[in-house]
């Protein structure tokens, strides 16, 4: 397909649609954009990548796919992990920064166990968070956790978020805590993580495993209590994730933001690649 054949509509000129802008200009790739504030403004479009919050509201009816960058309730796209099963959607939702960092390796080892417990603990600069965001920071780790149940496979799952003041930024980090049933083969998990790093990383190269994977045994005779299920025996796993930017208009130190944007243009190109025509209007 060739450069810029595939017409996308960036819905809002606001950071993450002037990131999204940036990162399509700087590529050699298919999908080609314009920002606006009504799709009508470009009929032409074949995707909308929304990025205000009610802009899904103003492509009603739009015979172009959406692909929306503000946290909503689903169906959510994690590329590393769902989408070949979604590239026929006229909708999707990229759910928040976190759920892009911690669901591809809580689905990589639901490949060979059973997860039945994950958390996922992020830290980010306070100059990477803006206010509208730390207002909303109760509904984005509600998304999260659902998008690492929901796509990840967890049985259950917490969220926390840490903005951190120090300066200067560092990059973001994030830790995933997961108890897994029985004693699964560690081998195999360390080998599926590091092919879904890999996945992720094709389409966001600042991201990666910060140090190797921990596995703790948790006996039988010495469990954990948890209090919403009482005794837990069997493996806990550590792993610890940094993502740095690839600052097109976030700061390094915005990964998780910036792994949004990624992730939304890889879905466009993906799409763009498949050659899908829309199955439907939004509704």
């Known amino acids: ?7 996308a509509l960036v819905l809002g000129s606001g950071p993450v649609g002037t990131d999204l802008m940036m990162k ?22 074949r995707v909308v990548f929304n990025t205000l919050p009610g802009g899904r ?5 739009s015979a172009a796919r959406m692909i929306d960058l503000v946290p909503g309730t689903g169906p959510w796209c994690v590329p590393a992990v769902n989408l070949d099963d979604n590239l026929d959607d006229a909708y999707l939702n990229m759910a928040t920064g976190d759920a892009q960092v911690g669901v591809p390796v809580v689905a990589a080892m639901t490949r060979s166990a059973i997860v039945s417990y994950a958390e996922v603990v992020s830290s980010i600069s306070t100059k990477a968070v803006s206010s509208d965001v730390r207002t909303d920071i109760d509904h984005v780790n509600e998304q999260t956790t659902a998008a690492v149940q929901f796509v990840g496979g967890a049985q259950r799952a917490k969220t926390i978020s840490i903005v951190t003041p120090a300066d200067p930024p560092p990059a973001a980090r ?6 897994l ?7 195999r998990i360390e080998h599926d993580v590091a092919a879904m790093v890999q996945k992720v990383r094709a389409y966001a190269p600042g991201y990666r495993l910060k140090r190797p994977i921990q596995f703790d045994t948790i006996p039988a005779a010495d469990p ?14 550590t792993m610890f994730l940094e993502i740095i930017g690839a600052a097109d208009h976030f700061p390094f130190h915005a990964g998780p933001f910036d792994l949004v944007t990624a992730a939304a243009l890889n879905t466009a190109e993906r799409i763009a ?7 439907g209007v939004i509704r």
């Open 1 to 7: 397909m060739a450069r810029g054949s595939f017409p």
């Open 24 to 45: 399509i200009g700087r590529r050699n790739g298919p999908v080609s954009a314009i920002s606006a504030m009504h799709v009508d403004e470009f009929p032409d479009a």
């Open 57 to 61: 509201d103003r492509a009603t009816g």
């Open 174 to 179: 994030c830790t995933v805590y997961c108890l």
């Open 181 to 187: 049933e029985g004693d699964p083969d560690r081998h």
């Open 224 to 237: 954990l209590v948890i209090p919403e299920t009482g005794k837990f025996s069997g493996t806990r796993v």
């Open 273 to 279: 690649a498949r050659g899908c025509e829309t199955p």
